[in-house]
């Protein structure tokens, strides 16, 4: 399969992932992600190193606009894991503080500068936050929901 040839949904994921992946401890970030952020779903039991940030695109939809110009929404998914033997429930929070911090600063994130001029989203909104509520302590499981329109 040649690689040259990228979806805009996976080319915005790709950028996502780039972006996450500078989480690295130091200010204004809480966390550390060990550039262990991934552009698929990765399950629980593959994991070996922890935290674990998987993005991953959904559902997408369209509103056309007159002069056939069309808005594109795709759902992005964020799976979150950490393993903390105190509280991984606020290590998991921290993360996520982290996650919405770098969604916020991108909300034009640019995904393909291979063109002129350089295809960006128009927003990234944040729609849902959730998390395992510490079920599976010592581990922590967070999942959240964008909203990219481009």
């Known amino acids: 399969m040649a690689?040259?040839?990228?979806?805009?949904?996976?080319k915005i994921v790709d950028a996502l992932v780039?972006?996450?992946?500078?989480i690295d401890g130091n200010f204004p970030n809480n966390s550390n992600v060990f550039n262990n952020v991934h552009g698929s779903m990765i399950f629980l039991?593959?994991?070996?190193?922890?935290?674990?940030?998987?993005?991953?695109?959904?559902d997408e939809t369209r509103e056309y606009q007159p002069n056939e110009f069309k808005w594109r929404f795709l759902g992005l998914d964020i799976r979150v894991y950490?393993?903390?033997?105190?509280?991984?429930?606020?290590v998991l929070a921290?993360?996520?503080?982290?996650?919405?911090?770098?969604?916020?600063?991108?909300?034009?994130?640019?995904?393909?500068?291979?063109?002129?001029p350089n295809l960006t989203t128009t927003s990234l909104t944040l729609?849902?936050?959730?998390?395992?509520?510490?079920?599976?302590?010592?581990?922590?499981i967070g999942q959240m929901t964008v909203l990219c329109r481009y």
């Not at 780039?18 to 500078?22: A, C, G, H, P, S």
């Open 3 to 10: 690689s040259q040839y990228r979806t805009a949904r996976k």
């Open 127 to 140: 729609v849902s936050l959730s998390t395992d509520e510490g079920v599976l302590s010592p581990l922590g």
């Open 45 to 58: 039991d593959e994991i070996q190193e922890f935290p674990k940030v998987c993005v991953v695109s959904g």
């Open 82 to 90: 950490v393993e903390d033997q105190e509280d991984p429930q606020e």
């Open 94 to 116: 921290l993360l996520m503080e982290d996650i919405e911090r770098v969604i916020d600063d991108n909300d034009v994130l640019i995904y393909d500068d291979t063109v002129s």
């Open 18 to 22: 780039d972006k996450l992946q500078k």
